[in-house]
């Protein structure tokens, strides 16, 4: 059984270490702390990423649980509030559900099946770094003591109920524009605007929802010229995601040629940039979604499939060749002053490891 109370604790206990991107390091101490106190033998790779596993009935087929340290700002000196069931911000800073509700309940899973000596398959766990920043942790670990061919990420934020077994790709892009400056009041003719350019190749991108499966935006605009000059340079910064990796190249070359376009019109020049930060993926191995169905089951429920448009490190370890899949952890509203976690949920949570682990 789970003990909710510990496995409160614990969680409260770990969103109080600081642990933004690129300063894990104190809470990765604590963690690998509390792992060795479990038995556990613990590894760091060079990316600062934490590795152990629990061999277990060789056949079983093995899982890798995965779930990140850092957090995303304002999350230093995280003050939780319990109020009614559920665990809150104190309002300026987040939570640190994301992703310490998955990191919490995978201890507590593993620490219920140690005390009670449950029958288990071979665990592997990988809790990474610098996953808010570009799944930096999980693109750099060593994978060479992975033996799973499964891999699950306890780092979702949509119903219970939910596999997300479809996430998305993304893509950034920098579009930047020169045209000729003048003087906008004796010889404007004599310019090329670049914010005319820019508006031009904007308004015939398709952005925001560009179908079921796919978005794009535009968020940043900078120019930067005074009042009185013809504006020659604008720079753009956005990006593409979609589930679909075919669709995701075809929306990039779509955004291209509107930019292409509008400076061949306006006599400007221009370059268009766009980084593939991760791929999309689609989980449906059988074999791995019965292990799941089962586990779900157990605890009464019957799951869906979801996807999503957010990126984990499920992203790129099916880029890594496992087939991985994200699993929820109960956080609402992650990334915002207002996250906040249920217990029941956070219990139901390690709950789902703890079946996931039983044999």
Do not use: W
Request: aromatic share 4%; with cysteine; glycine share 8%.
């Amino acid at each position: 059984m789970i003990n909710e109370r510990r496995l409160v604790d614990l969680f409260l206990k770990y969103v109080q270490i600081d642990s933004e991107s690129r300063k894990e390091e104190n809470f990765r101490e604590v963690l690998e702390q509390d792992l060795r106190e479990l038995g556990m033998e613990v590894t760091a790779d060079e990316a600062g990423n934490l590795f152990f596993a629990l061999d277990g009935d060789e056949k079983a087929e093995p899982l890798l649980f995965t779930a990140h340290m850092d957090t995303v700002v304002p999350g230093q000196s995280i003050r939780p509030v319990m109020e009614n069931g559920v665990i809150k911000s104190g309002g300026d800073t987040v939570l640190g559900g994301d992703d310490k509700s998955g990191i919490a309940a995978i201890v507590e899973a593993i620490r219920v099946m140690k005390e009670e000596k449950i029958p288990h398959r071979r665990v592997e766990v990988l809790f990474t770094v610098e996953e808010e920043i570009g799944l930096n942790g999980s693109r750099a670990a060593d994978l060479g003591q992975v033996r799973s061919r499964y891999s699950i990420a306890m780092d979702g934020c949509g119903p219970m109920d939910e596999i997300v077994v479809n996430g998305a790709g993304q893509a950034n892009v920098e579009i930047e524009i020169t045209g000729v400056a003048a003087h906008a009041g004796n010889s404007p003719e004599k310019g090329v605007s670049a914010v005319i350019a820019a508006a031009d190749a904007v308004s015939a991108m398709k952005l925001l929802k560009v179908d079921e499966e796919t978005t794009a935006n535009i968020g940043t605009v900078t120019a930067n010229s005074p009042a009185n000059i013809v504006c020659s340079h604008i720079r753009m910064l956005g990006e593409v995601r979609s589930r679909d990796n075919e669709k995701l190249e075809r929306q990039l070359e779509h955004m291209r040629s509107c930019v292409e376009q509008a400076c061949r019109k306006h006599g400007a020049s221009f370059q268009f940039r766009a980084d593939r930060i991760y791929e999309g993926y689609r989980g449906e191995d059988e074999a791995f979604l019965a292990i799941l169905r089962a586990a779900y089951e157990k605890l009464g429920v019957t799951p869906k499939y979801g996807v999503t448009m957010v990126g984990s490190d499920s992203n790129i370890l099916n880029q890594r060749g496992l087939k991985a899949v994200v699993l929820p952890t109960g956080m609402t509203n992650p990334h915002a002053l207002t996250e906040q976690l249920a217990v029941k949920d956070l219990v139901f949570t390690a709950e789902l490891v703890l079946e996931l682990i039983r044999l």
